[in-house]
């Protein structure tokens, strides 16, 4: 059984979020926050800014495809 306290909490919150946000294999971290939720060591709120930042990675992604493309065919 996972120790729920304060501290482990938010260092694990914090290690999830940095490696997303460093472009850090967001699949990967994305999953193993789900599976904190489901062990009750995050909760929705944390995963909702976990889902942001992974959304914002995608996003930029998407940009920088689309930018590609576009120099593409000019």
Not at 1 to 27: N, P, Y
Not at 54 to 72: G, M, R
Request: proline share 0%; hydrophobic share 40%; glycine share 2%.
């Amino acid at each position: 059984m996972a120790i729920k306290s304060k501290a482990r909490h938010d260092l694990t919150l914090r290690s999830i979020k940095r490696e997303i946000a460093a472009g850090r294999d967001v699949a990967y971290w994305l999953d193993k926050a789900y599976t904190h939720l489901d062990s009750g060591l995050l909760t929705e709120d944390d995963i909702a800014e976990v889902e942001a930042l992974a959304q914002a990675y995608y996003n930029a992604l998407d940009a920088e495809d689309k930018a590609n493309a576009e120099e593409i065919t000019q």
